[in-house]
């Protein structure tokens, strides 16, 4: 493997020798597409083909307002670990109001200045867990960057001349986060769990509802629960089953959760989608190629001692 780049700076990077950095966890998953051409069949390595799919220098657009143009960069991979390692960022022109001098008329004019701001930050996939892992930077979104690797990897599998898979990016719910929010409210008034099918296989803690999905040959599974009684709110969530497996494939990648509840008089939504699983390392190096190797240790030791907090 070749040393991580990353273009250095006197300045040095935004998250040099910070105390504390904070990881953001995410499954790369993929699923056979429903109707595949007889001359095409999903590749059986999932790093091989994830390297071969996920593109480096292509551009994706977010927001309306807010519009900003991602793209991933400074691409390495090792082959003997099964680690794809880069950095994710984006650019965003910016328009400002200001004044002029013009000399030719020797009067001040209204003018526009333009500005771009930008923002990166680096990122592992692991290709036996199927993680991928990102330093947070302040900007990032979480939900945005799991849409623009999804967009990224769907939009270069589709412009194959034989595609056979549909990619999904999906946060990793921390376990605990949620049962605390479910133990400390006044009144859990609503859960949705979405569920997809498992890849490339369910596991025993997923019943019943990965047998239902296996039976019903069901891509996808969406269940509500809604209080009866907004004032007594749902009860016994943890002690049902069904609501059990979900929270245990939400806990692996495979769905996520959205609730409602009151807490201290006020309505707290939970949406795993923006609440991804999270791990604080620190203190955070000072280069490019040190905080990579940082986030290396947390993706691998995530091998030996997996968990879902």
Sequence with gaps: MTQPRGDETEVGPWFANRELGTLLFYRVNRRALSQVSLFAEQPADFFDHLVSVLPFGVPVDTGRRNRRRWRLGNEEVDETRRLLIGQIGYERPDERPTDRYDEESKAWVDAIDLTESTARAPFVIDGITRNLVVLRHPTFSENTLA?????????EEQGREFPTTEWDVEPILNEIEFLTWLRTAEAVHEVRFNAKLPNPEGKSEFEPVW????????????????????DRGLV???????????????????AYVTGKRKYEGRDDPYDQRRQVLKR???PLASTWASVILQIIEVVLGARERPDRR
Excluded: C, H, W
């Design 280 to 282: 604080r390392i620190g």
């Design 147 to 155: 849409d623009v690797f999804t967009t990224l990897l769907n939009r």
């Design 211 to 230: 047998s239902r999905m296996q039976a019903r040959k069901a891509k996808a599974l969406r269940e509500i629960l809604e209080a009866s009684d907004p």
């Design 236 to 254: 016994g969530i943890e002690d049902d089953p069904i609501a059990r497996a979900y929270i245990a494939m939400a806990a692996e990648g495979f």
